[in-house]
C-alpha cells in the first residue's frame, strides 16, 4: 500500500516537472497539458493525468507462440521510444522551477510488461512473457536507453486484458505494457 502511495506521489512529481500549468475554470481548479501531439487536454486529478500519460504508451502484440516483435508493431515501438525520450529529457531538465529540486531526488525507470494468452503451461507462459518483455527492452536499447533505466517483468497468463474464449480475445493478451515508474534516489 505505501509503495501505491510512493509511486502515485512520484508521478505527481513527473507531472509537475514536465510543464504542467494549473488554471483557473468556473467550476474549479483544472489542469491544462499540453501533449506530445501538442493538444491540450483538461485533467480534474492526478490520476486522471496520470491515466493519460500510461495510455499515450502503445501496446505492443505478438503472433501466437512467438516473442519476436512482429513488423506491424516496430512503429508502435519506435513511437513509445521517442514519447520516453522526451518523458526522460524533460525530468531531467526539471522545466518547472518549484520542481527542480524534486527532479534531482528522483529517477525515471521505464518498466515493459510480458503477457500471454491461457495456452500453454504456467511455467512456459511465465518464460515466453519474460522473453517478449526482453524483446522489447531490446529494442529500446537499440533506440538508444541503456538497461540499467528499464526493467523487464513477466505475468505469462495471469494479467489478461480480456477473458473471453475466442481467437480474438487471445491475441489481445499477447502483448508487452509500458509504465513509468519513479523512485527515490
Known amino acids: 500500500m505505501m509503495k501505491k502511495y510512493l509511486l502515485l506521489g512520484s508521478l505527481a512529481t513527473m507531472l509537475l516537472i514536465t510543464g504542467c500549468q494549473t488554471t483557473q475554470g468556473g467550476a474549479g481548479n483544472t489542469t491544462e497539458t499540453a ?12 490520476e486522471e493525468k496520470v491515466m493519460a500519460i500510461e495510455q499515450q504508451l502503445q501496446t505492443i502484440y ?15 515501438v519506435n513511437s513509445n521510444s521517442e514519447l520516453l525520450k522526451a518523458t526522460v529529457a524533460d525530468l531531467a531538465a526539471g522545466i518547472a522551477p518549484e520542481a527542480a529540486a524534486n527532479a ?22 511465465q518464460a515466453l512473457g519474460n522473453k517478449r518483455a526482453v524483446s522489447v527492452r531490446d529494442a529500446l536499447v537499440g533506440n538508444g536507453f541503456t538497461r540499467d533505466v528499464i526493467e523487464h517483468v513477466t505475468y505469462g497468463e495471469t ?5 473471453e474464449k475466442t481467437d480474438d480475445c487471445w491475441s489481445k ?5 509500458f509504465k513509468l515508474v519513479l523512485e527515490p534516489k
Not at 35 to 46: I, K, L, P, R
Not at 173 to 177: E, G, S
Open 35 to 46: 501533449g506530445t501531439d501538442g493538444t491540450a487536454g483538461q485533467y480534474n486529478s492526478v
Open 104 to 125: 534531482a531526488n528522483v529517477s525515471l525507470r521505464i518498466r515493459v510488461e510480458g503477457n500471454t494468452d491461457e495456452w500453454g503451461t504456467d511455467e512456459y507462459n
Open 159 to 163: 494479467n489478461p486484458v480480456c477473458s
Open 173 to 177: 493478451n499477447r502483448r508487452v505494457d
Open 62 to 76: 505478438f503472433d501466437y507462440d512467438k516473442f519476436n516483435i512482429r513488423s506491424d508493431m516496430v512503429d508502435a
